[in-house]
Nanobody, 123 residues
Framework: VQLVESGGGLVQAGGSLRLSCAAS????????MGWFRQAPGKEREFVARIHGGGGSSFYADSVKGRFTISRDNAKNTVYLQMNNLKPEDTAVYYC?????????????????WGQGTQVTVSS
């Protein structure tokens, strides 16, 4: 199984980025997909999650209304559209895969992880 994130970069506060995570080696539609992030000196935290069929999604309070998770099962890809970015969104963003349903707030629920992509938001 391989998860490969892309789309990170440097953006000014108020700007937007779209992260992608391409999955291979698994039956993608069976997996719930999550996004987590880790800022320097902080623990990894939940950002968003979407179920395999795309019908249910969950968000951290800190990103609700600004971030949108989506997936394209035909392309084995999950996305994170990030709008109105803030300096506190600066982190390495990881995608992860999990067979279970539910909100998936804990990183320990996830089976597979990508290598991460850096997002830096300047003020």
């Amino acid at each position: 199984v391989q998860l490969v994130e892309s789309g990170g970069g440097l953006v000014q506060a108020g700007g937007s980025l779209r992260l992608s995570c391409a999955a291979s080696g698994l039956t993608f539609s069976m997996y719930s997909m999550g996004w987590f992030r880790q800022a320097p000196g902080k623990e990894r935290e939940f950002v968003a999650r979407i179920h395999g069929g795309g019908g249910s999604s969950f968000y951290a309070d800190s990103v609700k209304g600004r971030f949108t998770i989506s997936r394209d099962n035909a392309k084995n890809t999950v996305y994170l559209q990030m709008n109105n970015l803030k300096p506190e969104d600066t982190a390495v963003y990881y995608c992860a895969a999990d067979l279970r349903r539910g909100p998936g707030y804990s990183e320990y629920e996830y089976l597979y992880w990508g290598q991460g992509t850096q997002v830096t938001v300047s003020s």
